[in-house]
């Protein structure tokens, strides 16, 4: 199966911008990529998803470069409720596996 | 809309019993899954469904069986419990077998094993 890598923990401060990235080195032709945010006691929320180069929405922005191998969620402007654990999700063979997580800690 | 309902929302479990977790969506999706989770190894999947009539095997499915009788139920069941089961069991549907469908979350069943 393949395996999907990320940091495991990151800081910053309310205001700024934080970038995520998330390494997926056997990423299916098909498949896509898909990042969640995780609060404590609830179940993982859907951030934002995409294919290839840039996708934005309302909350975040989404990188992919040409091969695929790798992607960066980008959160513009942290917020203290922004303090979660942030996924990577990529669909491999019908079976979707999940990365391993990174805790972000926004501080006033 | 409830979206993905489980039950029960924890439970204190005897080793050697056995229990179903319950899930149960409204939303019409075709695929469901079951993960696991646990401090330090994030979301592994247990077993999936990619429609009704149809089960599989994810990345730890040992210990774990599932059914999918119909669209909206995947019941999770431990047939004889161990100690190492104790995690916060989630459900989770899409519509459309995962790719390019965003996964929808129930809040969790908390399982103690003891």
């Known amino acids: 199966l393949a395996k999907t890598t990320q940091p495991i923990s990151m800081d910053s401060y309310e205001g700024q911008e934080v970038n995520i990235t998330c390494s997926h080195n056997n990423i299916a032709t098909n498949d896509y990529i898909t990042w969640y945010q995780q609060f404590p006691s609830q179940g993982p929320r859907f951030i934002i998803q995409g294919y290839k180069t840039k996708v934005t929405n309302e909350v975040a922005s989404l990188f992919i470069p040409a091969d695929r191998k790798s992607s960066t969620l980008s959160l513009p402007r942290v917020s203290l409720s922004d303090t979660a654990v942030y996924y990577c999700l990529v669909g491999v063979a019908d079976k979707l596996i999940f990365g391993t997580g990174t805790r972000l800690q926004v501080f006033p | ?114």
């Open chain 2, 1 to 114: 809309t409830a979206g993905i309902t489980q039950a029960p929302t924890s439970q204190i479990l005897a080793a050697g019993r056995s229990m179903t977790l319950r899930c149960t969506q409204d939303m019409r999706h075709n695929a469901m899954y079951w993960y696991r989770q646990d401090l330090g190894l994030g979301l592994r999947l247990i077993h999936y469904s990619n429609t009704a009539g149809t089960t599989g095997k994810g990345e730890v499915p040992d210990g774990y069986s599932v059914s999918r009788a119909n669209t909206d139920d995947f019941p999770l069941t431990l047939a004889s419990a161990v100690p190492s089961q104790t995690s916060v069991y989630f459900c989770a549907s899409s519509a459309a077998g995962g790719r390019g469908s965003p996964l929808h979350f129930g809040n969790g069943t908390r399982l103690t094993v003891t």
